[in-house]
């Protein structure tokens, strides 16, 4: 039962990163996008992190999918009819070929690999009380670190887009 | 209760990677580059959830993901920050069209 509900998202998230490659509108894409970000999310909750699955939903969907859907509706140079953002796929045979080969590549070597895995997996009810722990006792420096990161990057990215503005 | 083994995890981790490679490799857009780099980044983060259950006591590998998720998202912001300016000065955001350093 919990096998086919992991197909079921598993192929949910393969199939829109396929249509995301295959498409033209970019728009779909970045729909795609969403819809293959909800499949991951739910891979997260079959590998018990729920806490990241949350974070997953909350940070793509509510940040970055906003962002990049801003991003492509203000960098269109002329309009092709009704909201039609078409992108040229470039190169495709040889581009394909080579993900083709790396992906064939991998699996042989997941499946000939013999992971030396500390213990067996072990079911839990929340990880949300040991991440919160860890974040604040042994992380608590990256924790740090990333606070100030987001700071920076909050400035950055305002500077360069008030810059534009008045350079308009 | 049956248990999902690890290899799927990683297989899923592994397609959605190579066809996040193809998407940033093909996609003649900047934006399109950017989406085949946040299913690679999503790939990883697969792969070091799936190895974190088996370490229940200190959750390293999740600790990792939300790392890299905070890392992405940054990655995203100032990338289409930066995509914006190049728009403004090329009128185009098609990579190879982009090809003077100095405008």
Same mark, same amino acid.
């Given at each position: 039962?919990?096998?086919v509900a992991?197909?079921?998202f598993?192929t *949910?998230a393969v199939? /829109?990163a396929?249509?995301i490659?295959?498409t033209?509108?970019?728009m779909?894409?970045a =729909?795609?996008l969403f819809?293959?970000?909800v +499949?991951v999310?739910a891979?997260?909750?079959f590998?018990m992190?729920? =806490?990241?699955?949350v974070?997953?939903i909350?940070i793509?969907v509510?940040?970055v @999918? !906003?962002?990049? &859907?801003f991003?492509i509706?203000?960098?269109?140079?002329?309009r092709?009819?009704?909201?039609?953002v078409? #992108? $040229?796929?470039g190169g495709?045979?040889l581009?394909l070929? %080579?993900a083709? &080969?790396?992906?064939v590549?991998l699996i042989?070597v997941?499946y000939? /690999?013999?992971?030396?895995?500390?213990?067996?997996?072990?079911?839990?009810k929340?990880?949300?009380?040991?991440?919160?722990i860890?974040?604040?006792?042994?992380?608590?420096?990256?924790? $740090?670190?990333i606070? !100030?990161?987001?700071l920076a !990057?909050?400035? +950055?990215t305002?500077? %360069?887009?008030y810059?534009?503005?008045?350079?308009? | %209760?049956?248990?999902?083994?690890i290899?799927?995890f990683?297989? #899923?981790g592994a /397609?959605?990677f190579?066809?996040g490679l /193809?998407v940033?490799?093909?996609?003649k857009n900047?934006i399109?580059?950017?989406?085949? @780099? $946040?299913?690679m980044?999503?790939? &990883?983060n697969i792969n @070091?959830?799936?190895?974190?259950?088996h370490?229940?006591?200190?959750?390293?590998g999740? @600790? =990792?993901a939300?790392?890299?998720? #905070?890392?992405?998202v940054?990655?995203?912001?100032?990338?289409l920050?930066i995509? *914006?300016?190049v728009f403004d000065?090329y009128k185009?955001i098609d990579?190879?069209?982009?090809?003077?350093?100095h405008?």
């Open positions: 039962m919990e096998l992991f197909y079921i598993a *949910l199939a /829109a396929l249509f490659l295959f033209r509108n970019l779909y894409a =729909f795609c819809l293959s970000l +499949g999310a891979l997260y909750v590998a992190a729920d =806490f990241l699955a974070a997953q909350m793509y509510g940040g @999918l !906003v962002l990049l &859907v991003g509706m203000l960098t269109q140079a002329k092709t009819g009704a909201n039609y078409e #992108v $040229e796929n495709q045979p581009r070929t %080579m083709a &080969v790396l992906l590549l042989k997941i000939a /690999a013999d992971f030396a895995l500390a213990g067996e997996y072990q079911l839990q929340s990880t949300i009380h040991t991440v919160g860890h974040l604040m006792t042994t992380h608590l420096l990256p924790f $740090e670190i606070a !100030v990161l987001l !990057v909050l400035t +950055g305002g500077y %360069m887009a810059n534009r503005i008045k350079s308009l | %209760m049956t248990t999902i083994p290899t799927h990683l297989v #899923v /397609a959605l190579c066809i /193809a940033a490799t093909t996609k900047a399109g580059i950017l989406l085949g @780099l $946040e299913l980044l999503n790939a &990883v @070091l959830v799936a190895f974190s259950r370490d229940p006591d200190l959750i390293r999740q @600790l =990792f939300l790392f890299v998720m #905070v890392i992405a940054c990655e995203i912001a100032i990338a920050a995509i *914006l300016r000065h185009t990579p190879d069209k982009i090809n003077r350093l405008g």
